[in-house]
């Protein structure tokens, strides 16, 4: 009896003292944190959460040439991108490709470093439910910070009821609040799996659901298919539609334009009175997108991917047109795609 009651105590000892120090060591200089400048930032700190109040997010890279995987909901709309490196070196970017509708981002260093880390991409759908993983990122500006956990969930396109409909994601436990938005979720070998995305939670801290898009969707959606960045911030609107005068029963409310985006190239207008209408905070002002490549805007999140589509098969040169109501009127605005760097 007594041998037994030792075995029970040296057993646990060996089971749970697993530590994820070398493999973090290794991977923690190709995370970086991702500074956002925009000229509407004073608008948007009324308007938006903590997340967007410090400007903040993170990142990985994943190329020697300098690309970087985040989330588009962090320089989808930037005008001015800085990424920072864990030996305090900053250096500017710009946006190769977003997809809003999938929350991931595709940024380029405009200058490389003298030293590059990269991160390995994963096989995402290998991670099962119940795998060990780790998430590097800055929360609340405190940069390269580890949180641990496991894969909770896994859910495919379509499954959940959200506004990111073309995702594929990952819910975790592992703690990720303000500030870990794009940064990278690590399998226990060190591979990225996945890009981390949004928390649901009620007190807006990591006590809520976490979720994360898979690498095998970031790298097909940004390294296989066309880049597209629209730099296009805005809102469906439906039950407003009729209210603001909208001659359809949708529009896409247009809410910050990024600098020398294919959006700010055609001339549209981002809005700029701060507005809470149905406890929803956004800007009125703006343009209401009607109808773009011919294809007019509808309720549901299908219309841009009609609109994503269209844009991948064009070319430089091509003509892109896009109808607005501004100021009670239907304008239509047109430019031709170029080199949008």
Known sequence: MLFKIILLFLVPSVCFSHSLHHVFKKVNP???????????????????????????????????????????????????????????????????????????????????????????????????????IFVIGAPYGYSHTISKGIVSARYAPGDLDTELGMSELIQTDAAINTGNSGGPMFNDKGEVIAIVSHIITHSGGNEGLGFAVTSNMSKKILLEEKPIWSGLDGIIITKLAGALNVPQKAGYLVQHVARDSIADKLGIQGGT?????????????????????????????????????????????????????????????????????
């Open 30 to 132: 190709t995370v970086v944190v991702i500074h956002i400048e925009d000229s509407k930032a004073k608008i948007k700190n009324v308007l938006n959460n903590s997340i967007n109040k410090k400007n903040i997010g993170s990142g990985v890279v994943i190329s020697r040439d300098g690309k970087i995987m985040t989330a588009s909901h962090l320089v989808h709309s930037a005008d001015n991108i800085t990424v920072e490196f864990l030996n305090g070196q900053k250096i500017p970017a710009h946006v190769l490709s977003s997809v809003p509708q999938a929350d991931i981002a595709l940024i380029q260093l405009k200058q490389i470093p003298d030293i590059l880390k990269v991160a390995p991409l994963g096989d995402s759908d290998q991670a099962r439910v119940g795998d060990e």
């Open 273 to 341: 009175i701060p507005t809470t209408i149905y406890d929803t905070k956004f800007l009125l002002g703006g343009d209401i997108i009607v109808e773009m490549l011919g294809i007019t805007i509808k309720g549901n999140s299908n219309t841009f991917k009609q609109i994503r589509k269209k844009l991948s098969l064009l070319n430089n040169g091509d003509e892109i047109s896009v109808k607005v109501l501004r100021n009670g009127r239907i304008l239509l605005l047109s430019n031709h795609l170029g080199n949008e760097q």
